[in-house]
Every structure is written in structure tokens, then in C-alpha cells.
């Protein structure tokens, strides 16, 4: 119990201090080593497919708690727009949102940042909108003539009262660049409309040389790379330690949406130490999942040792460790923290391994116990375009 507290404060303390705008661990971001002009691209690239997303859900009934074409409110739409667009996930909620940005003041404010709001009298951040430029802003608006996915502009007064500050979560386009509004879809200044029309006009940032980025651009494919390492619990066997061992994975594999959506496709090296059985294995499998938060895996498992368990009735021991389908689990990370050094997230797996009993009589709780494993830990993972 005590390493798993452990592993949950680190997972929180990292949680708190991971800071925005998000300098890397984004599926575009740039090399490190990238040129000022490189990274000004990339950059800009990541405003306009966040921009593009939002823009997509456009006319999207409010729901509260919503995250999808159905229904979303405020912190969901920046939400899908950030994990759609780039890869990563953010805080929830609009004062979890307000809390991780960088604050800035409106008039340095970029299309692509965030703009908070307090529409109650609780003094907390309630609402939550994604600048557009030139004072106007896609949100999922909950009350109000017009609720659901809209444009509105901070000139409307309700929206200028509660403002309450803006916020940063891609590094700011560097001086050289410049915002312009290009033909699109955000409705002229004075405009109420939250439909399609011919006057309207969309921002973007764009160079103010001759190159520039174009959300034609997107890549339906990233690769990805990345290892974890987590402890094995011994939760179904009676006595002993309550550690059983740990697990490990060595993984790459690729993100694409090319069969609908964002679907996360692997292969695993993945070493077990089994200090109840006293088995090393080492099992390589293939995964696949959706949008690496949830994935099964199977594959074959090599067994290095003899097999056994230590019962009150003596020692009980196992063949079949070794096999051509030797496991088969699942994997599931709720949640992940970007960074510059990559993605973070803490996960849980559950797999079932192929042991089978030697012994005549029958013990259904150790040969459970034998067959099963569960693990808590921490994942790294890198993403790259092709």
C-alpha cells in the first residue's frame, strides 16, 4: 500500500506543476534542434488544426459534461479540439483550464489561446472560449439567446462584463509573424450569427512572408514510441508480500484515423518478473485501441523458469507458460500530462496468462491467482509525423 501511495502522489505532484503553453509532447510539435523559422511553422501549424477542429463542431447542442457531436459544454469543446487536433489532453474544466494556462493579457492574445470568463457571482472561472482574433470567440454557450457551439464577439456586453483574463497553451507566434482574419467563417464584427455564411470570415495566423501553413497539411498518421514500468499486485493470493512483481513495455506503434476514429495500433516487448510464480516472462504482442487512452493486446509469451505456487496445501505448479498465445489483456490511461520530454500517463493493465494446473486436485483460487496478473503504472511515449 505504501508504493501505491507513493505512485499516486508522484502521479498528482507532476499533475500540479506541469505548466502550459505546451513547448513539446504534441503530435506536431518541433524538434528542439528546429530552426526559429521551424518552429514558428509548427507553431502556427498547431494554432490553425485547433482552430479548424473547434470550427468543425460548430452548431453543436450544449450538454453539460459532453464531449462529443451530440452534445458538449464549454471545457469539452477545448477539450476535443486540443485532443483532436494535436494529440493532447488538458484540464477538464474551465477553472482546471484557467489554473493550467499562462496568463496573458487580451492584447498579446493569439487565435488558438483561451479567454476565461465568470458568469456567476461565485468568483470562480465558469466559462471557458477559444480566441479567434480580433476580439471574437468559438465557444459551447449554456445560456443566452443562442446556446450550443457559436461565435460571439467580446464587444457583445454580457461576454465584456464576465471576461475575466486570457490564456496561453501554444507558445506564442514569434515577432516576424503576424494575425490576419482570411476568408472563412467568423461572423463580421456586430454579427449574432451562429451559422455558415457567405460574410463571414475565419481566423487564422499566418507568416507574413511567402511561406506559409495550410490545415491541408495534417498527417493522418503519427508514430509513436515509448516505454513503461509498473508493479505487479498480489491482490487474489492469501499471504505473502503484497508486491508480486513488476511488468514492463517497450512499445512503438502508430496513431491514425484513417478507418474513422483515432485509433492507436502497436507492438510490445513486454518483460515480467512473476516473484509468486517465480517465472520470468517475456511476451510479445500486438495491441490496438482508441486513442491510446484504451487497448487490448495478445501475443506470444516465452516462460523462463519452473512454475509454481505455494499454497497451504504445499507447492503447486504450472506448465503452459510458454505459448503461442501466452496473453491477452487490456490497458487503459484516463489521462496523460504533455511535456517537452513527451507524454506522461499513469495507466492500469490487467492481463491472463496461460498457465495450466499440474496438480490433480483442484484450487481455484490459486490457479486464478496464477493466471492472472494486475498492474498499476507510469507510461512515457514520444509522438513523431511521417
Same mark, same amino acid.
Given at each position: 500500500?505504501?508504493?501505491?501511495?507513493?505512485?499516486? =502522489?508522484?502521479? #498528482?505532484?507532476?499533475?500540479?506543476?506541469?505548466?502550459?503553453?505546451?513547448?513539446?509532447?504534441?503530435?506536431?510539435?518541433?524538434?528542439?534542434?528546429?530552426?526559429?523559422?521551424?518552429?514558428?511553422?509548427?507553431?502556427?501549424?498547431? !494554432?490553425?488544426?485547433?482552430?479548424?477542429?473547434?470550427?468543425?463542431?460548430?452548431?453543436?447542442?450544449?450538454?453539460?459534461?459532453?464531449?462529443?457531436?451530440?452534445?458538449?459544454?464549454?471545457?469539452?469543446?477545448?477539450?476535443?479540439?486540443?485532443?483532436?487536433?494535436?494529440?493532447?489532453?488538458?484540464?477538464?474544466?474551465?477553472?482546471?483550464?484557467?489554473?493550467?494556462?499562462?496568463?496573458?493579457?487580451?492584447?498579446?492574445?493569439?487565435?488558438?489561446? =483561451?479567454?476565461?470568463?465568470?458568469?456567476?457571482?461565485?468568483? !470562480?472561472?465558469?466559462?471557458?472560449?477559444?480566441?479567434?482574433?480580433?476580439?471574437?470567440?468559438?465557444?459551447?454557450?449554456?445560456?443566452?439567446?443562442?446556446?450550443?457551439?457559436?461565435? #460571439?464577439?467580446?464587444?457583445?456586453?454580457?461576454?465584456?462584463?464576465?471576461?475575466?483574463?486570457?490564456?496561453?497553451?501554444?507558445?506564442?507566434?514569434?515577432?516576424?509573424?503576424?494575425?490576419?482574419?482570411?476568408?472563412?467563417?467568423?461572423?463580421?464584427?456586430?454579427?449574432?450569427?451562429?451559422?455558415?455564411?457567405?460574410?463571414?470570415?475565419?481566423?487564422?495566423?499566418?507568416?507574413?512572408?511567402?511561406?506559409?501553413?495550410?490545415?491541408?497539411?495534417?498527417?493522418?498518421?503519427?508514430?509513436?514510441?515509448?516505454?513503461?514500468?509498473?508493479?505487479?499486485?498480489?491482490?487474489? =493470493?492469501?499471504?505473502?508480500?503484497?508486491?508480486?512483481?513488476?511488468?514492463?513495455?517497450?512499445?512503438?506503434?502508430?496513431?491514425?484515423?484513417?478507418?474513422?476514429?483515432?485509433?492507436?495500433?502497436?507492438?510490445?516487448?513486454?518483460?515480467?518478473?512473476?516473484?509468486?510464480?517465480?517465472?520470468? !516472462?517475456?511476451?510479445?504482442?500486438?495491441?490496438?485501441?482508441?486513442?491510446?487512452?484504451?487497448?487490448?493486446?495478445?501475443?506470444?509469451?516465452?516462460?523462463?523458469?519452473?512454475?509454481?505456487?505455494?499454497?497451504?496445501?504445499?507447492?503447486?505448479?504450472?506448465?503452459?507458460?510458454?505459448?503461442?498465445?501466452?496473453?491477452?489483456?487490456?490497458?487503459?490511461?484516463?489521462?496523460?500530462?504533455?511535456?517537452?520530454?513527451?507524454?506522461?500517463?499513469?495507466?492500469?493493465?490487467?492481463?491472463?496468462?496461460?498457465?495450466?494446473?499440474?496438480?490433480?486436485?483442484?484450487?481455484?483460487?490459486?490457479?486464478?491467482?496464477?493466471?492472472?496478473?494486475?498492474? #498499476?503504472?507510469?507510461?512515457?511515449?514520444?509522438?513523431?509525423?511521417?
Amino acid at each position: 500500500m505504501k508504493i501505491l501511495f507513493s505512485s499516486i =502522489l508522484m502521479f #498528482t505532484a507532476y499533475a500540479l506543476f506541469a505548466t502550459a503553453p505546451l513547448d513539446g509532447g504534441y503530435n506536431i510539435a518541433p524538434r528542439p534542434s528546429a530552426s526559429a523559422e521551424e518552429k514558428n511553422l509548427a507553431i502556427i501549424e498547431a !494554432r490553425n488544426r485547433v482552430i479548424n477542429t473547434a470550427e468543425k463542431y460548430l452548431n453543436t447542442p450544449y450538454r453539460y459534461g459532453g464531449m462529443s457531436s451530440t452534445g458538449m459544454d464549454c471545457s469539452g469543446l477545448i477539450c476535443i479540439s486540443f485532443r483532436e487536433a494535436l494529440g493532447v489532453n488538458l484540464p477538464r474544466s474551465a477553472s482546471g483550464l484557467y489554473s493550467w494556462a499562462e496568463k496573458i493579457p487580451l492584447d498579446k492574445a493569439q487565435p488558438g489561446d =483561451l479567454l476565461f470568463f465568470k458568469t456567476d457571482n461565485s468568483g !470562480r472561472i465558469t466559462h471557458v472560449a477559444l480566441y479567434l482574433g480580433g476580439r471574437r470567440f468559438i465557444h459551447a454557450a449554456s445560456v443566452g439567446a443562442r446556446t450550443g457551439v457559436i461565435y #460571439t464577439s467580446l464587444d457583445e456586453g454580457s461576454w465584456s462584463r464576465t471576461f475575466a483574463g486570457a490564456g496561453r497553451a501554444l507558445p506564442e507566434v514569434s515577432q516576424g509573424y503576424q494575425q490576419i482574419l482570411t476568408s472563412g467563417r467568423v461572423p463580421s464584427s456586430g454579427s449574432n450569427t451562429g451559422s455558415r455564411g457567405q460574410n463571414e470570415s475565419t481566423a487564422e495566423i499566418t507568416i507574413s512572408t511567402s511561406t506559409s501553413t495550410s490545415s491541408s497539411s495534417k498527417t493522418n498518421l503519427q508514430f509513436i514510441y515509448g516505454v513503461s514500468i509498473a508493479p505487479t499486485w498480489n491482490g487474489f =493470493l492469501k499471504g505473502g508480500n503484497f508486491l508480486r512483481g513488476f511488468s514492463s513495455n517497450f512499445r512503438v506503434g502508430a496513431d491514425t484515423k484513417i478507418f474513422g476514429p483515432q485509433m492507436m495500433f502497436g507492438l510490445e516487448l513486454r518483460p515480467e518478473y512473476d516473484g509468486a510464480l517465480g517465472v520470468f !516472462r517475456i511476451p510479445l504482442t500486438m495491441s490496438c485501441g482508441y486513442m491510446d487512452k484504451f487497448s487490448i493486446f495478445a501475443g506470444p509469451v516465452l516462460s523462463i523458469g519452473s512454475a509454481s505456487l505455494s499454497t497451504a496445501e504445499g507447492q503447486r505448479n504450472y506448465s503452459g507458460g510458454t505459448s503461442w498465445l501466452g496473453t491477452i489483456g487490456i490497458n487503459a490511461a484516463p489521462f496523460s500530462i504533455n511535456s517537452q520530454a513527451g507524454n506522461f500517463a499513469p495507466y492500469f493493465e490487467a492481463a491472463w496468462q496461460s498457465y495450466k494446473s499440474d496438480n490433480s486436485n483442484s484450487n481455484l483460487n490459486a490457479d486464478f491467482s496464477a493466471n492472472f496478473r494486475f498492474s #498499476t503504472g507510469l507510461r512515457w511515449t514520444m509522438q513523431f509525423s511521417n
